[in-house]
């Protein structure tokens, strides 16, 4: 009931889906933080989407493990969220699951697994809009930089 | 006095479905109403764009169904513009289609499925070495010491210790629905665990054919990995060697665990033979072409249709008839033209949203209006179950030997009729039978497969109609695709080179439809009628006929709340999206 692959992956995986606009933003942020990096470096680029337990494979993996996602942490629209490994709800209790198996815990499975990235972080905006369409809000899309100037700042640590 | 109750939403699925089930008073059900609460809307994104990419947005309809959305994408495409794809290309696409079912069907069961039937923290009162016993005496599967049990159940106690249950935490532990022994749920409780190890290894044929993972790529008129032996970027000697070896690891493992857990588990639940029927009405759109992907008759899944349980008269459904194959809206949110009460052929589709329902959050829908998000599709205005128990009668019916042995092992094994195939455990054990076929069928297409690129037929794409200069002014298609969960099919029309209308009728659509412009119910709700619950408040039991369909939201309708978040999300103070 383990595997004995070393963790060694260093990703940053992008989530959402992009047909529902904002909620897709961390798949978006994972595109503009591809074009500022250039080609030169030493970690993989993903995105996740919606795909659930299938990410188990991936997180388990990973040293260090960076998610990009909307987050609704009650704030205005377009807030930057940064959590880190210790402030990430794992899993978030009754009322969150009963929905389906949610990237919270897949997290929350690893970490049972012993498999949890020794390095976790996650970097988020609080959506405005998650509506059907493909567009992400223009609150949100101001918000992007942002996400990609701290996320360059943490892969900028793990390069050492 | 009746009493309605509420499930919303059903657990561990993916996206929202609310069940609501009106009770007599011996608690048995006497009505029962599915709706889907959120709203779709993907063929309002689709409109207006190039075809040939309308794969890579259909596929993100749902986080789960990603490959099944693609398939019946690009081959809508090539129905509309008769593109026939290379041999060596259709075997690579079976390939990737049985690995689908099986690495699919082997987590629901485990990780969707098993929680209705196995109680978890009973395991923790196992005695390991019976365990073991019962491990050895039902399969060769090596993990079987008692040391070995033991070490999980320490695991367990300490998860459980911990109080971080994760995703064991959301059941009905100790509900005196759960028949099996502690043992038996010990055994169970530890293939759980295996089972998100194996998945490794099953996804390997997808990283590969797909060139990356997740996401792998599609192309319309074959796949995008050349068959190359001598290079590195092209499917090679040593990747095929890769997939061999993951197609040994999948077939042990349906083999060794899956099958014998099944066969271990359901004597204990045999009432459920009884339970949940529903329809008697099947609906495949068949799968596992032969050379040719639109010859229908050489599909290992025939495209059927079966009425009122009667399998020597089997029909061919032809999914471009605009009489038969209809969806209605008379009790979904939506509007048509041509008013409440018309059907409409998906390529004359409309997605007009109408919410109608109450303002949230409330305590029951108005289920004698119009109460869901999902279309009702009809076959001859008829309604019809798809999924697993569909696709292992029609190939029964159609004399399949492999599936009529499995059939035949699973009734003498467990002492039941021919005619308990129609219920939760019959489509429960249907699942691992096409599991257990089209794991084998995934070492005849490699073989197959291996013979092709030997005879040097390496192609695996045809760009003859790539270029829009060589389509028709105007040109409709069909997409067919069994998805692990169902009959999911993409209908498209094409004109000057952009899509002008796509329409999806995705499996749980089928499976979990309100009612008609007739009354008549959807699979779901006519499974539960009849079904006596122990205890309302756990309602364990409509969750073991509802997971036994393995619905999925996320593509029956969309991912998006339309009249905003519900309370008990906003109290939980963070919450990052995904259902």
């Not at chain 1, 909620?23 to 680029?45: C, H, I, N, P, S």
């Not at chain 2, 513009?81 to 069961?109: C, E, S, T, W």
């Not at chain 2, 108005?366 to 001859?380: D, G, I, N, Q």
């Amino acid at each position: 009931m383990s595997h004995d692959l070393l963790p060694v992956r260093k990703v940053v995986l992008g989530l959402g889906n992009t047909l529902n606009r904002d909620e897709g933003l961390g798949v978006q942020a994972l595109k503009m933080l591809d074009a500022q990096l250039g080609k030169k470096r030493e970690f993989e680029l993903l995105d996740g989407g919606v795909l659930g337990l299938n990410l188990l494979m991936i997180v388990e993996e990973c040293r260090h493990l960076l998610i990009l996602d909307a987050v609704n942490a009650g704030k205005p629209a377009g807030t930057v969220i940064e959590l880190t490994k210790e402030q990430i709800p794992l899993y978030a209790g009754v009322k969150l699951s009963q929905h389906q198996i949610t990237f919270q815990e897949v997290l929350g499975l690893a970490n049972i697994r012993g498999y949890l990235p020794e390095h976790l972080h996650l970097i988020g905006i609080q959506p405005k809009d998650i509506s059907v369409g493909i567009e992400i809000s223009a609150t949100v899309e101001r918000a992007l930089p942002e996400v990609v100037k701290r996320s360059i700042s943490i892969l900028n640590h793990w390069e050492n | 006095m009746t009493e309605r109750i509420v499930i919303d939403p059903i657990t561990r699925i993916e996206g929202h479905l609310r069940i609501e089930a009106t009770l007599d008073q011996s608690n048995t059900i006497t009505e029962a109403f599915s709706s889907g609460t959120m709203v779709r809307g993907i063929e309002k994104i689709l409109r207006g764009r190039d075809p040939r990419e309308a794969w890579a947005f259909a596929q993100r309809a749902c986080g789960v169904c990603t490959t099944v959305h693609s398939f019946a994408s690009i081959r809508s495409v090539e129905d509309a513009l008769g593109i026939k794809i290379p041999k060596a290309a259709n075997l690579i696409r079976n390939l990737m289609i049985a690995q689908q079912y099986v690495h699919d069907h082997v987590m629901h069961f485990y990780h969707l499925h098993a929680l209705d039937w196995v109680d978890v923290v009973s395991c923790l009162k196992a005695d390991p070495a019976v365990t073991s016993t019962i491990q050895q005496k039902i399969s060769a599967w090596p993990n079987s010491s008692p040391g070995y049990f033991a070490d999980v159940q320490r695991k367990v106690q300490s998860i459980v210790d911990s109080g971080q249950l994760s995703i064991f935490a959301n059941a009905y532990w100790g509900h005196p629905a759960y028949k099996l022994p502690p043992e038996v749920n010990l055994l169970a409780v530890t293939h759980y665990l295996e089972a998100l190890d194996w998945q490794r290894d099953a996804t390997k044929i997808h990283t590969i054919f797909g060139g990356k993972n997740p996401h792998p790529n599609f192309v319309v008129g074959g796949v995008p990995m050349p068959i190359d032996l001598n290079s590195d970027t092209a499917l090679n000697a040593e990747r095929l060697s890769i997939i061999s070896d993951s197609i040994n690891k999948m077939i042990t493992f349906v083999d060794q665990v899956y099958i014998p857990d099944l066969l271990a588990i359901a004597p204990y639940y045999l009432e459920y033979g009884g339970i949940g029927e529903g329809l008697g009405n099947f609906l495949t759109w068949g799968e596992f072409p032969g050379e040719d992907n639109s010859d229908i008759s050489k599909f290992l899944v025939p495209r059927a249709v079966i009425l009122n349980r009667d399998l020597a008269n089997i029909q061919v459904p032809n999914p471009n008839d605009f009489a038969k194959m209809q969806e209605y809206i008379t009790r979904s949110w939506y509007n048509y033209k041509g008013g409440d009460q018309i059907g409409l052929h998906p390529w004359q589709g409309e997605t007009e949203f109408n919410y109608t329902g109450p303002k949230p959050p409330y305590e029951l829908l108005e289920v004698e209006k119009k109460y869901s998000w999902l279309k009702a599709p009809r076959w001859a205005e008829t309604p019809m179950e798809v999924g697993p128990l569909a696709r292992v009668l029609a190939m029964y019916a159609s004399g399949h030997e492999q599936t009529k042995e499995l059939v035949n092992l699973v009734l003498s094994t467990l002492k039941i009729p021919i005619t308990a195939v129609f219920s939760t455990l019959g489509r429960t054990a249907a699942r691992a039978i096409e599991t257990k076929v089209f794991a084998d069928m995934l070492r005849t297409y490699y073989n197959d497969l291996v013979t092709e690129i030997k005879a040097g037929n390496t192609q695996t794409y045809n760009g003859e109609k790539w270029e829009p200069s060589t389509w028709p002014r105007r040109a409709q298609g069909f997409g067919y695709m069994e998805a692990p969960r169902g009959a999911l099919g993409h209908w498209i029309v094409i004109a000057n080179g952009k899509i002008e209308n796509y329409q999806m009728v995705v499996p749980t659509t089928w499976n979990g439809s309100p009612r008609d412009h007739n009354g008549k119910p959807g699979a779901y709700e006519a499974s539960l009628v009849g079904t006596k619950m122990a205890d309302p408040n756990s309602p364990l039991e409509i969750l073991r006929t509802i997971h036994s369909f393995d619905p999925c939201m996320a593509c029956a309708i969309h991912m998006v709340d339309a009249e905003g978040k519900d309370a008990g999300e906003v109290a939980t103070g963070l919450d990052i999206y995904h259902r």
